[in-house]
């Protein structure tokens, strides 16, 4: 009798990775890699919104840093809309180029 066929011989020769079990693994090491979204205190919300504010009424220019579970995504221009009651800003960084962003997804802002 052949050796494939003894013992655990059967299983040891077949190791093949089908293609959506390496896509189910690929996705699963991604998954671990994601983070939790940092917790800001009270002033901190404050200081973020007293900016968005002030990029508002001056129409000048500012950085904000969106939450993203793998990578922060750092945006930068005018606040020109604040929809208080979808808690969402309105960042245009160009003539045709703007992003509405939700308040709770802004970590901090920079002038």
Do not use: C
């Not at 009798?1 to 959506?20: A, F, H």
């Not at 693994?25 to 917790?39: A, N, S, T, V």
């Not at 945006?75 to 809309?81: A, E, I, N, P, Q």
């Amino acid at each position: 009798m052949s050796k494939k066929l003894e013992e655990n011989g059967l299983w040891e020769s077949s190791r093949i990775i089908i293609p959506e079990h390496k896509e189910a693994y690929l996705k699963l090491m991604k998954d671990r890699q994601r983070r939790g979204k940092p917790e800001l205190d009270d002033q901190e919300v404050q200081l973020i919104e007293q900016a968005l504010i002030d990029s508002y009424n001056s129409r000048t220019s500012v950085s904000v840093t969106v939450f993203s579970p793998f990578d922060d995504e750092e945006l930068t221009g005018v606040v020109t809309s604040i929809n208080t009651a979808r808690r969402e800003i309105k960042l245009s960084r160009g003539q045709d180029d703007f992003s509405w962003i939700k308040l709770e997804d802004i970590v901090s802002t920079n002038f």
